[in-house]
T-cell receptor
Framework: SAVISQKPSRDICQRGTSLTIQCQVD?????MFWYRQQPGQSLTLIAT?????????ESGFVIDKFPISRPNLTFSTLTVSNMSPEDSSIYLC???????????FGEGSRLTVL | GENVEQHPSTLSVQEGDSAVIKCTYS??????FPWYKQELGKRPQLIID???NVGEKKDQRIAVTLNKTAKHFSLHITETQPEDSAVYFC???????????WGAGTKLIIKP
């Protein structure tokens, strides 16, 4: 499986601030995704991070709130902007293995907004 | 679009017994069906998957069966152990955009 490093692993933030989460993969991958997981819930796809172009956002998620960068095939960032307590969640980076299509996850970033 | 339903939401079994979790989907064109295990506070881990060209796949105590005609697939865990306690998610890959659609999850509790 791919080695995916995600940081920070957790953070406590103040309302109105922004936080950037980083995701580093040990090999080049075409497709990277960002998910959100509320406590006790399933995974919700925020967006697909496209290398060299704008991310593709799912319904309910917008670029102004969740800007994403994908400067190369091994790295991506997700920013949670102007945070509110409703943004408290676990944010997960995931990559799709090009040959097999299997999806692997980073360790997640647990965000608490006060 | 694709819809994935997963049952039960909670499953409690005696240690050593078998556990079965079922998922149904709506898009008959889907061809890839993974299962993930998520322990408390950890990331989801891929434990087994199946593609539409086979009906069953087994890996030690874990097996997955697929019925493409009925559009359902199931996870089977035999000889359950305490470390099997976790939340299990099924997922279905949409051929149209290569995205996974997730089930709601099943909390599996293994009673000693």
């Amino acid at each position: 499986s791919a080695v995916i490093s995600q940081k920070p692993s957790r953070d406590i933030c103040q309302r109105g601030t922004s936080l950037t989460i980083q995701c580093q993969v040990d090999s080049q991958v075409t497709m990277m995704f960002w998910y959100r997981q509320q406590p006790g819930q399933s995974l919700t796809l925020i967006a697909t991070a496209n290398q060299g172009s704008e991310a593709t956002y799912e319904s309910g998620f917008v670029i102004d709130k969740f800007p994403i960068s994908r400067p190369n095939l091994t790295f991506s960032t997700l920013t949670v902007s102007n945070m509110s307590p409703e943004d408290s969640s676990i944010y997960l980076c995931s990559v799709k293995r090009d040959l097999t299509g299997e999806l692997f996850f980073g360790e997640g970033s647990r965000l608490t907004v006060l | 679009g694709e819809n994935v339903e997963q049952h039960p939401s909670t499953l409690s079994v005696q240690e050593g017994d078998s556990a079965v979790i079922k998922c149904t989907y709506s898009d008959s064109a889907s061809n890839y069906f993974p299962w993930y295990k998520q322990e408390l506070g950890k990331r989801p881990q891929l434990i087994i998957d199946i593609r539409s060209n086979v009906g069953e796949k087994k890996d030690q105590r874990i097996a997955v069966t697929l019925n493409k005609t009925a559009k359902h697939f199931s996870l089977h865990i035999t000889e359950t152990q305490p470390e099997d306690s976790a939340v299990y998610f099924c997922a279905v890959l949409m051929d149209s955009n290569y995205q996974l659609i997730w089930g709601a999850g099943t909390k599996l509790i293994i009673k000693p």
